[in-house]
Structures are given as structure tokens and as C-alpha cells.
């Protein structure tokens, strides 16, 4: 493990499911972030969590609700999701100081909507 | 805001050949510049980093190289192994006060025949 850990692995869920994705970070790190993984997209940034407030929204629709109830704590709730919602979910989280340590990622979620 | 294209989305090579990606920038204030390795079904992990006050570095058979005035930067690998099958993405970023939010590009997936 590299110190980010995200659950769960794999997630199947329908439209009108709720769900969440969590990620822990055992890395001492002081922001986290959500990005989501398409085939043949690149990285799109979803959420920016620096100490614990949330500093970019990069326009991303209502249905998906990012917490940060601690430095270490990620969340990502998710509801009435779309089939185009499927994807891999990847957290990372860094330490933003006068030289930050380059991201360090979970090994994300596979979230399928059916 | 920061736009990164990155080349070619596929490279297909010989063990012991070398593997050349390249990525070009939009945002010339970009500072910081981060190569990820994404192995099969595991997460991004950082492999190399440059920063805009120096041209190339250099890691045993990874070795980076910029070029501001062109915005552009590339990741050489030099006698590939079938272990450096992976996808490559590259980012820019703005690094300032300890902080940075990169732009990834679209990756490179590297395929490397015994």
C-alpha cells in the first residue's frame, strides 16, 4: 500500500442508487483531490480539498457530492448516477507546502452504472 | 486555462529499443512538469519530475527534457523492458506557494514486445 486507500475496489450500481466512495490517506498529506479516469480521456479533476476546504469544483454535475470531514478522510457520495458516470475513480491526495511532493494516488474505484 | 496534448496515444517497441512520448503546454507559466506510469489495473504512480529551471534530468533509463521557449517536454526510455508496459501521462502545472493543480494529457499506452 502507498498510503492511499480507497473503497471499495468495485462497485456495480443502479441509476437510482446512493452509494459512496471513500478514500483514507495515512500520509501526513494536507489536500485531496478526486479525479475521475475514462478510457481514452485524460485525468479529469472533479474535487480540490486543501485543509479541508474544498477549493475547485471543476463544474461537475450536482449528482456527484464530495466530504472532507478531516485531513485524512475523502468521500465521494454518489446518486442518481448516469451509465456515462461509469468509469474509475481515483483519489490522491499531496502536500502542499514551499516543495510540494508530487500526487500520490489510491488504486481507485471501478464504479459500472447500470 | 492549461491545455496539454500528449503523443502518440500508442507505441509499440522492441525490449531494448528506446520509447520517446512527447507533451506540449498551452499556459507558458506552467512550472511544473510530472510523469505518471499507470500499470494494468493499478494506480498512477509518480515516476519523474522536472521543474522549469532546469532542461533535462535524469533517473538510470528515464530521463526527461524541456524545452519552455517551445513548451514542450518529453519522457525518454532507454533499453525498455517489458516491464515499462504501461500508460504514460504526463502533466503541467502552475507550482505556487506550495501549491499546484496539474493538467494530465490523455497518456501514451506503452507497449513493450519481448
Known amino acids: 500500500e502507498t498510503g492511499v486507500t480507497q473503497t471499495p475496489r468495485h462497485l456495480v450500481m443502479g441509476m437510482t442508487n446512493k452509494k459512496s466512495l471513500k478514500c483514507e490517506q495515512h500520509?501526513?498529506?494536507?489536500?485531496m483531490y478526486w479525479y475521475k479516469q475514462s478510457a481514452k480521456k485524460p485525468l479529469e479533476l472533479m474535487f480540490v480539498?486543501?485543509?479541508?476546504?474544498?477549493?475547485e469544483n471543476n463544474s461537475v454535475p450536482s449528482r456527484f457530492s464530495p466530504e472532507c470531514p478531516n485531513s485524512s478522510h475523502l468521500f465521494l457520495h454518489l446518486h442518481t448516477l448516469q451509465p456515462e458516470d461509469s468509469a474509475l475513480y481515483l483519489c490522491?491526495?499531496?502536500?502542499?507546502?514551499?516543495?510540494?511532493?508530487?500526487?500520490?494516488f489510491g488504486s481507485g474505484t471501478r464504479l459500472t452504472v447500470v | 486555462g492549461e491545455n496539454v496534448e500528449q503523443h502518440p496515444s500508442t507505441l509499440s517497441v522492441q525490449e531494448g529499443d528506446s520509447a520517446v512520448i512527447k507533451c506540449t503546454y498551452s499556459d507558458s507559466a506552467s512550472n511544473y512538469f510530472p510523469w505518471y506510469k499507470q500499470e494494468l489495473g493499478k494506480r498512477p504512480q509518480l515516476i519523474i519530475d522536472i521543474r522549469s529551471n532546469v532542461g533535462e534530468k535524469k533517473d538510470q533509463r528515464i530521463a526527461v527534457t524541456l524545452n519552455k521557449t517551445a513548451k514542450h517536454f518529453s519522457l525518454h526510455i532507454t533499453e525498455t523492458q517489458p516491464e515499462d508496459s504501461a500508460v504514460y501521462f504526463c502533466a503541467a502545472s502552475i507550482e505556487a506557494g506550495g501549491s499546484y493543480i496539474p493538467t494530465f494529457g490523455r497518456g501514451t499506452s506503452l507497449i513493450v514486445h519481448p
Open positions: 480539498y486543501s485543509l479541508e476546504e474544498r477549493v
Open positions: 490522491a491526495s499531496s502536500q502542499e507546502s514551499n516543495r510540494p511532493y508530487g500526487y500520490t
Open positions: 500520509l501526513g498529506h494536507n489536500a
